[in-house]
């Protein structure tokens, strides 16, 4: 009963969360950035909820929710809503095709400044999913901006950030 209590609670404040965030105007790069901030963490939490059980799921969804929080700031904070989906096909259509170290390359339509590349690096199952990591290259302004991730596929086949 107790780990339901903290779930339904965890759920209910992020989804609280998210409706405030989402009824007030995004003017501005800040406002962007926590609002991206918050889908990220709402996002972490999810796919933390789906990994694990008793303790080990609890512990899931709290560093699901951590760092889906770090990982939604930095993308907004880089990429712009049209240049993100563009990056996300070029991730999806790499963890599907690529084999373990060979790059997909990436350039903005909107912003001749900005390219990217990513790198499968190898693959392996958690609890019998398919996961990869990779890593992702941003140039943004002459500027070069790296992080390694890794996303393991969910129920339905898709690839999930963890």
């Given at each position: 009963?107790?780990?339901?209590?903290?779930?339904?609670?965890?759920?209910?404040?992020?989804?609280?969360?998210?409706?405030i965030l989402g009824t007030i105007?995004?003017?501005?790069?800040?406002?962007?950035?926590?609002?991206?901030?918050?889908?990220?963490?709402?996002?972490?939490?999810?796919?933390?909820?789906?990994?694990?059980?008793?303790?080990?799921?609890?512990?899931?969804?709290?560093?699901?929710?951590?760092?889906?929080?770090?990982?939604?700031?930095?993308?907004?904070?880089?990429?712009?809503?049209?240049?993100?989906?563009?990056?996300?096909?070029?991730?999806?259509?790499?963890?599907?095709?690529?084999?373990?170290?060979?790059?997909?390359?990436?350039?903005?339509?909107?912003?001749?400044?900005?390219?990217?590349?990513?790198?499968?690096?190898?693959?392996?199952?958690?609890?019998?999913?398919?996961?990869?990591?990779?890593?992702?290259?941003?140039?943004?302004?002459?500027?070069?901006?790296?992080?390694?991730?890794?996303?393991?596929?969910?129920?339905?086949?898709?690839?999930?950030?963890?």
């Amino acid at each position: 009963m107790r780990k339901y209590k903290f779930k339904n609670k965890l759920y209910i404040v992020i989804v609280s969360l998210l409706l405030i965030l989402g009824t007030i105007s995004c003017e501005n790069t800040k406002d962007k950035k926590i609002f991206g901030q918050l889908i990220g963490a709402a996002v972490g939490g999810y796919v933390g909820s789906k990994i694990g059980s008793g303790v080990s799921q609890d512990i899931a969804v709290i560093i699901g929710s951590a760092t889906g929080y770090i990982l939604g700031g930095k993308i907004v904070e880089l990429l712009e809503a049209e240049d993100r989906e563009e990056f996300n096909n070029v991730i999806e259509d790499s963890l599907n095709n690529n084999s373990d170290n060979i790059s997909t390359t990436w350039e903005s339509k909107n912003n001749n400044e900005t390219e990217g590349s990513i790198t499968p690096l190898n693959n392996y199952s958690i609890d019998q999913k398919s996961c990869r990591d990779f890593k992702k290259i941003i140039k943004k302004n002459k500027k070069v901006y790296e992080e390694d991730s890794t996303a393991c596929r969910d129920e339905k086949g898709n690839w999930v950030l963890i």
